[in-house]
């Protein structure tokens, strides 16, 4: 159950309080490299798993919840210090909850969905891991422009609505989630 994979992914866990507390402080030069530095943990500790089968039950289940964990506590976090639109956060944070929610009643009714991401949930959470991270390093080094900044909200507002529909027909269908 302990294996090094996991006590990263754990540590990435443990990140999330101090990442939000890094924001609301406007520490946001501690803040981009700690999300950085999440980001890094993320490819290590499957790199490990992977090359080294150590692959656990656990660290299915944690992984993704650390990264969801990190990502909506983020989005969440630069929504309250208006470094996001109220607008995309909601419709991040949304999105989230309609997939958790669809699989819980997927189980209740006795139809227990297979866990399979869209390919279009994959650059959806590509994207909002770019958004969170250049809105991170515009407010620590001023550096992209806003420019940048727009397109990306845009990019992540098109994918986590067209993600959230395609989950949405996926289940009317009969298929699998995840996020």
Known sequence: MISIPNAITLARLCAVPLAVWLILK???VLAFWLFVAAGVSDAVDGYIAKRFNAQTAVGA???PVADKALLVSVY????LTAKL???LVILVVFRDIFIVGGILVLYVLGSPPEIAPL??????TALQIALAAIVLLHEAYAVPGPAVIDALVWGVAASTLASGIGYALRWVRGGGAAG
């Open 85 to 87: 639109a109220d607008w």
């Open 26 to 28: 406007h520490e946001m």
């Open 76 to 79: 969440v976090t630069l929504g």
């Open 61 to 63: 289940v944690l992984d």
């Open 119 to 124: 390919p279009v949930s994959k650059v959806n």
